[in-house]
């Protein structure tokens, strides 16, 4: 089975809870979930709420949340040893060392934070989790990569736990043509459904544990 029936068999079982994530976006900030993924060209005209409060309380609670889990200017991790895994041979000169090391370490962490953009990508998954209640944070090299709920599944066991993820993407063909065949694109249509042109394609990723 590929990637994209196994995801389409998959929304099936989230088209509920995506409804619900979708009206409550209407309420509070329709730019964030859209229902099922839509593509368009050009301009679209996004309802507007009669009233500013669900959006500032959203961006409001994000922002808290942001600042308590990755707070400006100061550490939210300690790295230390297991003084109960000590031996005698470290004494309170290598313990020293050791403390100093880890806070070294604890700094150079703290600024590639602050040099990346993960707090865009933490804030954003907050919002979707404020107003959606789910969303997906992929950690890649590249940095934090943020799926909202209208592009993924996830199918767990009876227990809660994860068994397989699929995500889509939107990716431009002049991405992926240095990475598959020349004739690879030859069969797909220069025109989308929707009547406008496009140089994009779906990429569906699944991830199984």
């Given amino acids: 089975m590929s990637a ?3 995801y389409d068999y998959l929304s099936s079982d989230r088209s509920q809870f995506l409804e619900e994530a979708r009206q409550a976006s209407e309420l509070t900030l329709p730019y964030l979930i859209r229902g099922h993924e839509e593509y ?3 301009m679209k005209q996004l309802k507007t709420p009669y009233q500013s409060v669900g959006a500032k309380g959203c961006v409001t609670l994000a922002s808290k949340l942001m600042l308590a ?3 400006v200017q100061t550490s939210f991790f300690k790295l230390q040893l297991d003084e109960s895994q ?3 041979d470290f004494g309170p000169q290598i313990k020293s060392e050791l403390d100093l090391s880890f806070a070294k370490i604890e700094r150079i962490i703290l600024e590639s934070i602050a040099a990346s953009d993960d707090r865009v ?3 954003q998954a907050l919002l979707h989790l404020v107003v959606a209640g789910n969303a997906l944070i992929f950690m890649s090299n590249d940095g934090l990569k943020v799926y909202p709920l209208n592009r993924y599944v996830v199918d767990r066991d009876g227990n809660g736990q994860v068994v397989e993820i699929i995500t889509k993407e939107r990716i431009s063909k ?3 043509q240095d990475q598959l065949p020349k004739d690879f694109f030859a069969d797909t249509k220069s025109v989308s459904e929707e009547g406008s042109y496009t140089d994009d394609i779906d990429v569906y990723t699944t991830r199984q544990t």
Avoid: E, S
């Fill in 174 to 176: 002049r991405i992926l």
């Fill in 69 to 71: 889990l990755l707070p």
């Fill in 86 to 88: 000590l031996g005698q």
């Fill in 40 to 42: 368009t060209m050009g």
């Fill in 121 to 123: 990508a933490v804030h």
């Fill in 4 to 6: 994209r029936t196994r």
